[in-house]
């Protein structure tokens, strides 16, 4: 059964860091693409951050570009979000996803049919 589970959220202050875990369970993890997105109160789900299945190719939005890195280790079956340089406006309950493909990521939440239950990230003073 495939799982995916988030840890790693809490409170932050602005300017802070805080890296996200995605543990996979369940699958042959290593040809799925993983993605994260984010959704805040009364606003759109917004893809974050994508890897491929090698980890050879990432993609990230606009607003996090610099700030934030994705990586993945497919030995521990673990991908990860590293946030640095957070903002107000990165508080969200913040998800992992994943779908079987092989060598592209994207960002585009109806791609994926997996998802975990989320960790929320506050960035507050």
């Known amino acids: 059964q495939l799982q995916l589970v988030e840890s790693g959220g809490g409170l932050v202050q602005p300017g802070g860091s805080l890296r996200l875990s995605c543990a996979a369970s369940?699958?042959?993890?290593?040809?799925?693409?993983i993605a994260w997105f984010r959704q805040a109160p009364g606003k759109e789900r917004e893809g974050v951050a994508c890897?491929?299945?090698?980890?050879?190719?990432?993609n990230y939005a606009r607003s996090v570009k610099g700030r934030f890195t994705i990586s993945r280790d497919n030995v521990r079956n673990t991908v990860w979000l590293q946030m640095s340089s957070l903002k107000p406006e990165d508080t969200a309950l913040y998800y992992c996803?994943?779908?079987?493909?092989?060598?592209?990521?994207?960002?585009?939440?109806?791609?994926?049919?997996?998802w975990g239950q989320g960790t929320q990230v506050t960035v507050s003073s």
């Open positions: 890897i491929s299945s090698s980890g050879d190719t990432t």
């Open positions: 996803a994943a779908v079987r493909e092989i060598g592209l990521c994207g960002l585009w939440g109806q791609h994926y049919p997996n």
């Open positions: 369940g699958f042959a993890f290593k040809d799925y693409a």
